[in-house]
Structure formats: structure tokens, C-alpha cells
């Protein structure tokens, strides 16, 4: 089945240590996307790939930083996570930008910063 | 003038009643409007989405309201089961690709 992979699942890392998180799609989708969850809360966009072309929130921090390799796989590093960083982090793809186009999301990667 | 806002944040309903979830937002330049499901320790998922040229939509047991006018739109579970426990979030964009998001709502439905 065409799918939405994020790895791992679980991730503990400690304070300020560097960690990446892993998304890959088998969707062939053009647009992939970055989202922080925490409890409670709705999914938030720190960034998405169109294509190639890289486009950050405005209030995305600069602790965190993404790498699209190829169309399928994306990654999310977080160069010195803090307590406040732990989340759920939430890869998505959909076909195109704008209205109409669904976003698939994966699983998600529990991040724990001790 | 971007935020969707989602009503109520918690929800319990019996089961084989109806489940109502409204949101409602300030931006007419949102042309799509999508509810997502999300299971706990999974990511969300479309569930049934609207333009804002359709007042209703149905898929099965889910119906989606539109109040264009009133620029409300609300979600409706009919016979609502166990397995529809879940948060659901509405969502609103227009022709950029930001999805703005409801606060969501944790759906409980009693056995």
C-alpha cells in the first residue's frame, strides 16, 4: 500500500544533543510537509518541501532544519532540542500545494528530550 | 483573521446518538474546508472535506453543514459508534497550501 513512513517511532534524545527524525513516501507526492504536535494541540507547520524548494514558517525556530534528499525521503534535525521541543512530529505529503489537495499524513515520531 | 475556531473542546455522546462539532471562521478567502480524524499515536486523516459552494455533504454516517453566510461549518457523526472515538480537527485554507487548523475536539462515545 502506498504509505506515509516516519522512523523511528520513538526517539529520546538528551538536551542540546542533535536528532533526526526520518519520513519517507512511497506516494510519489510533490509536496512534503513538517508538523509539531503536542498534547492536545493541533498539528503545527514548521516547514514544507515543494519539490526541491524549501519553505520555513515564519515562526518556525532555527533549531530545526529539514533535508529533502529525493522526492522520497525527507528528514527533520533538531541541532540542540530542548525540554520544549519534546513532541510528536508529523510528516505529510500531498500531490500539490493549495486547497483540494489532501495531505497523507505518517504515524508520527514521539520525540522525548531528557 | 486566520484562526478557525472549534467548538467544543470535549465531547461524550452515547452511543448510536449524534455527534456535532462546530467551527467557525473569519476569512472568505478559504475555499476548502476539511475534517481530519486522528486515533491516538497516529497521525490525522482526511476524513470528509467541502467547498464553499456546497451547503452539505454526506459520506455514510458523516455529514459535513456549511453556513457560508454565517461562515460556520460543523460535523455531524450519526449513530455515532465506539470506534468513532477519536480527536477531529476542522480545517480551513484557501489557494496557498497552509492548511489553519481547529483547536480540536476529543470525541468520546459511550458504550
Known amino acids: 500500500d502506498a504509505m506515509v513512513i516516519q522512523n523511528p517511532r520513538y526517539q529520546v534524545t538528551q538536551f542540546g544533543k542533535p536528532v533526526t527524525l526520518s519520513c519517507s513516501q512511497t506516494?510519489?507526492?510533490?509536496?512534503m510537509y513538517w508538523y509539531q504536535q503536542k498534547s492536545s494541540q493541533a498539528p503545527k507547520l514548521l516547514f514544507h518541501y515543494y519539490d526541491k524548494d524549501f519553505n520555513n514558517e515564519a515562526d518556525t525556530p532555527d533549531n530545526f532544519q529539514s533535508r529533502r534528499p529525493n522526492t522520497s525521503f525527507c528528514f527533520l534535525d533538531i541541532r540542540s532540542p530542548g525540554l520544549g521541543d519534546a513532541a510528536m512530529y508529523l510528516c505529510a505529503t500531498s500531490r500539490d500545494r493549495g486547497s483540494y489537495n489532501e495531505q497523507f499524513f505518517g504515524p508520527g515520531t514521539r520525540l522525548t528530550v531528557l | 483573521q486566520q484562526q478557525v475556531k472549534q467548538s467544543p473542546q470535549s465531547l461524550i455522546v452515547q452511543k448510536g446518538g449524534i455527534s456535532i462539532i462546530n467551527c467557525a471562521y473569519e476569512n472568505t478567502a478559504f475555499d476548502y474546508f476539511p475534517w481530519y480524524q486522528q486515533f491516538p499515536g497516529k497521525g490525522p486523516a482526511l476524513l470528509i472535506a467541502?467547498?464553499?459552494d456546497v451547503s452539505e455533504k454526506k459520506e455514510g454516517r458523516f455529514t459535513i453543514s456549511f453556513n457560508k453566510s454565517a461562515k460556520q461549518f460543523s460535523l455531524h457523526i450519526m449513530d455515532s459508534q465506539p470506534g468513532d472515538s477519536a480527536t477531529y480537527f476542522c480545517?480551513?485554507?484557501?489557494?496557498?497550501?497552509?492548511?489553519?487548523w481547529g483547536a480540536g475536539t476529543k470525541l468520546i462515545i459511550k458504550p
Open positions: 480545517a480551513a485554507s484557501w489557494s496557498n497550501y497552509q492548511l489553519i
Open positions: 506516494l510519489n507526492h510533490n509536496v
Open positions: 467541502i467547498r464553499p
